[in-house]
């Protein structure tokens, strides 16, 4: 039972606009949510993270919204560039003490920004 | 900087043998992990490791073994390769166990035919 769903397997969008990428997660002692973003035959990259205490987080194009009541994140793009292009992963991890630094993927979801 | 290498970056072969697969990072991580990617599954966690001498397994550790002698290599063995362990294998590392996202080397790609 996949314990942090990426319910969407790809997304096309067009350049210049907004890029939403959406995962649930099962287990309520995720505490600490990032995303990786991949390029073919690279390894994934860190691209953001939030913990619990936030509801948002921005880095630059790049926010994270946290819903914790609905067990769901989403990653906002804005404005969406071609070089986006990429396979997204959501992750989500426990308290690193009880359960060590280990991450729980998603499936990925392939974004395509169309110029 | 190298950050996390994998080698190799390829690899074929027949049901029944073993090999290993090397990876080395030169950041001075405490935490290394391996992690394999199949179509629609993501990336799930087969062993890892919270400094040298200490390994653990992770959500799919059959029909691979790991050990970590030094701060640096965390090679992780296939015994006896089956055709389900076809499959892209990742390697990740970071500075402690704790909040710090994972670096990841580039994988290698293995065919068990």
């Not at chain 1, 769903?5 to 907004?18: A, D, F, H, M, T």
């Not at chain 1, 769901?72 to 793009?77: F, G, T």
């Not at chain 2, 030169?26 to 400094?51: A, C, F, K, T």
Request: proline residues 6%.
């Amino acid at each position: 039972d996949q314990q942090v769903k990426q319910n969407s397997p790809s997304l096309s969008v067009q350049e210049g606009r907004i890029s939403i990428l959406n995962c649930d997660y099962t287990n309520s002692m995720f505490d600490y949510f990032l995303w990786y973003k991949k390029y073919p035959a690279e390894g994934p990259t860190f691209l953001i993270s939030i913990s619990s205490i936030k509801d948002k987080n921005e880095d630059g194009r790049f926010t994270v919204f946290l819903n914790k009541s609905a067990k769901h994140l989403s990653l906002h793009i804005v404005p969406s560039q071609p070089g986006d292009s990429a396979v997204y992963f959501c992750a989500a991890s426990a308290d690193p003490f009880e359960y060590g630094n280990k991450l729980v993927f998603g499936a990925g979801t392939i974004l395509r920004v169309k110029s | 900087n190298a950050g996390v290498t994998q080698t190799p970056k390829f690899q074929v072969l027949k049901t029944g043998q073993s090999m290993t697969l090397q990876c080395a990072q030169d950041m001075n991580h405490e935490y290394m992990s391996w992690y394999r990617q199949d179509p629609g599954m993501g990336l799930r966690l087969i062993h890892y490791s919270v400094g040298a001498g200490i390994t653990d397994q992770g959500e799919v550790p059959n029909g691979y073994n790991v050990s970590r002698s030094t701060t640096e290599d965390f090679p992780l063995r296939l015994l006896s390769a089956a055709p389900s362990q076809t499959s892209v294998y990742f390697c990740a590392s970071s500075p402690r166990q704790g909040r710090s996202p994972l670096h990841f080397g580039n994988g290698t790609r293995l065919t068990v035919t």
